[in-house]
């Protein structure tokens, strides 16, 4: 059987069929409620890659023991990856991880929103970031210097430097925020 191929025995008649595309997002969805951390991953404003401002990615993650759960997650989806950690004690199971991030999380993420109930707070948060993040172009309003620049002829001119706006900054710490708050242990 392969992984993707889970039966579901009929109450009725004892007889088994394939799962539906819709039956294999909901049992995704309900794994993810119990097992998974949806949140938003803030790194630092590297000067040495230019940047001036922090970046924020969309992340999902799934870590069990059980690999056929992790394999049948990505295998149905399609997008991100899993790979093998090593266990974290003496005598513990090693840990299958599915990971996916920014553009693929956010096209996860719809198809088993209708599915969630736990973590739905936590799923349209990140959704309101990815389309936050979909109008960034239209923020880099925020001069930080300028650069020569020259034209075909060899003329240089000085163009202004850009970087995300605060307003803009601010509302992606915002969903950083809500999702490191809804995430919390113990609420």
Same mark, same amino acid.
């Given at each position: 059987?392969?992984?993707? &191929?889970?039966?579901?025995?009929?109450?009725? +008649?004892? /007889?088994?069929?394939?799962?539906?595309?819709?039956?294999?997002?909901?049992?995704?969805? %309900?794994?993810? &409620? %119990?097992?998974?951390? !949806?949140?938003?991953?803030?790194?630092?404003?590297?000067?040495?890659?230019?940047?001036? +401002?922090?970046?924020?990615?969309?992340?999902?993650?799934?870590?069990?023991? &059980?690999?056929?759960?992790?394999?049948?997650?990505?295998?149905?989806?399609?997008?991100?990856?899993? *790979?093998?950690?090593?266990?974290?004690?003496?005598? %513990?199971?090693?840990?299958?991880?599915?990971?996916?991030? &920014?553009?693929?999380?956010?096209?996860?993420?719809?198809?088993?929103?209708?599915?969630?109930?736990? /973590?739905?707070?936590?799923?349209?948060?990140?959704?309101?970031?990815? /389309?936050?993040?979909?109008?960034?172009?239209?923020?880099?309003?925020?001069?930080?210097?300028? /650069?020569? !620049?020259?034209?075909? *002829? %060899? +003329?240089?001119?000085?163009?202004?430097?850009?970087?995300?706006?605060?307003? *803009?900054?601010?509302?992606?710490?915002?969903?950083?925020?809500?999702?490191?708050?809804?995430?919390?242990?113990?609420?």
């Amino acid at each position: 059987m392969l992984m993707t &191929d889970i039966r579901v025995i009929m109450p009725q +008649t004892t /007889k088994e069929r394939l799962m539906t595309k819709r039956e294999q997002l909901a049992y995704i969805a %309900g794994l993810m &409620d %119990g097992e998974a951390y !949806f949140g938003v991953k803030k790194s630092k404003a590297y000067k040495c890659q230019g940047r001036v +401002t922090p970046g924020y990615h969309a992340r999902i993650q799934v870590r069990m023991v &059980d690999e056929q759960a992790i394999a049948f997650i990505a295998t149905t989806l399609g997008e991100g990856w899993y *790979y093998k950690e090593k266990p974290h004690s003496a005598k %513990g199971r090693p840990l299958y991880c599915y990971q996916a991030s &920014d553009a693929a999380a956010e096209r996860i993420l719809r198809q088993v929103l209708p599915f969630l109930t736990v /973590k739905k707070e936590q799923a349209e948060t990140i959704l309101r970031l990815r /389309k936050l993040q979909a109008t960034s172009q239209r923020h880099k309003t925020k001069v930080v210097g300028e /650069k020569p !620049f020259p034209n075909r *002829y %060899g +003329t240089v001119r000085m163009v202004a430097v850009k970087c995300l706006s605060d307003e *803009y900054v601010g509302q992606c710490e915002e969903a950083y925020l809500a999702c490191k708050r809804l995430n919390k242990v113990g609420i």
